[in-house]
Each structure stands twice: as C-alpha cells, then as structure tokens.
Nanobody, 117 residues
Framework: QVQLVESGGDLVQPGGSLRLSCAASVSIFRFEPLAWYRQAPGKQREVVATKPRTGSSIYADSVKGRFTISRDDAKNTVYLQMNNLKPEDTAVYYC???????????WGQGTQVTVSS
C-alpha cells in the first residue's frame, strides 16, 4: 500500500524552528509533485510548498524566506524546514504526492504544529 507518513510536529515558541519529515512507503520517484499543505482550525487546506523533481520549489507568500522544502531520494523522504515560526503557522501539516503509477492523490495523516508562547 502506498503511504506517506509525516513526523516532526510539535509545540514550539514563536521564532523557533521545526523540521517536518514525510517518509514514502515506495520510491519517491513515483510522486510528482511532492508538496506540503496545512490546515488551520476553521480554515481551508492550503499549499505551503511544492517540490518538483526538476525546477525551482514554489512557496506560499506567507512562508517565503522562512520555510524550505527538500527531498532525499535515497531515503524516500521529503522535508519541510520551518524557521522563524509564527503563531499563524499553527496548523495540521500534511504531506502530499501525486502517484504517477496509480494516477491518484496520496495524502499523509497529518502532523500538528503549534506555535505558542
């Protein structure tokens, strides 16, 4: 079964950093693109960062300069490094990939990030 499993969510103070990980149960090359989304309480899910296999990463304006998406193909893992976190970054963060083999969307279960003093 194709799965994406997130980890790394936590409670952090404003200005702090976290790194989220998303491990795929199959070769990460099956997915194009890979991305991180988030959903805050009472709000719609929004894309945070997208990592195509080639070309530049794409970021939401609200996280540009603070978040970095990267991938480790050998580990079948995609990461989201989040720096200078703000209370408005509080949300459940989801890993997403489009599985080109099965022609379907694959979502992780989500990991909670809470930014609060």
């Amino acid at each position: 079964q194709v799965q994406l499993v997130e980890s790394g969510g936590d409670l952090v103070q404003p200005g702090g950093s976290l790194r989220l990980s998303c491990a795929a149960s199959v070769s990460i090359f099956r997915f194009e693109p890979l991305a991180w989304y988030r959903q805050a309480p009472g709000k719609q899910r929004e894309v945070v960062a997208t990592k195509p296999r080639t070309g530049s990463s794409i970021y939401a304006d609200s996280v540009k300069g603070r978040f970095t998406i990267s991938r480790d193909d050998a580990k079948n893992t995609v990461y989201l490094q989040m720096n200078n976190l703000k209370p408005e970054d509080t949300a459940v963060y989801y890993c997403y990939g489009f599985d080109k083999s099965a022609m379907m969307d694959v979502w992780g279960q989500g990991t909670q990030v809470t930014v609060s003093s």
